[in-house]
């Protein structure tokens, strides 16, 4: 059985930081990319960042470009997000997605699995 499954979300001040997690089985690891999205009420799911298994290729928004830091321990199959100077609209929920391939996209299209989601809120 294929899972996804994210932990480490919580709530935090502003300018806190908070470490997220996505621990993956059920399918061949180094085989997929891991791309993280987030969609925070009344707004569209967005592509946040992404590595590739080899860790060689990341992706970050522009909107966490300097503050999130995604990186992968693949003897665990398990993909980290490291938020740092979080913002109130940071807040969301943060999905971790598998997707096939060398490369990796944050493009909802090209997911394959899903893990159910982490709640992250940020306080002003």
């Known amino acids: 059985e294929v899972q996804l499954v994210e932990s480490g979300g919580g709530l935090v001040q502003a300018g806190g930081s908070l470490r997220l997690s996505c621990a993956a089985s059920?399918?061949?690891?180094?085989?997929?990319?891991i791309d993280w999205f987030r969609q925070a009420p009344g707004k569209e799911r967005e592509g946040v960042s992404c590595?590739?298994?080899?860790?060689?290729?990341?992706y970050y928004a522009d909107s966490v470009k300097g503050r999130f830091t995604i990186s992968s321990d693949n003897a665990k199959n398990t993909v980290y997000l490291q938020m740092n100077s979080l913002k109130p609209e940071d807040t969301a929920i943060y999905y971790c997605a598998a997707e096939r391939g060398a490369y990796c996209s944050a493009n909802y299209y090209n997911t394959d699995y899903w893990g159910q989601g982490t709640q992250v809120t940020v306080s002003s």
């Open positions: 059920g399918f061949t690891f180094d085989d997929y990319a």
């Open positions: 590595i590739s298994m080899s860790g060689a290729h990341t």
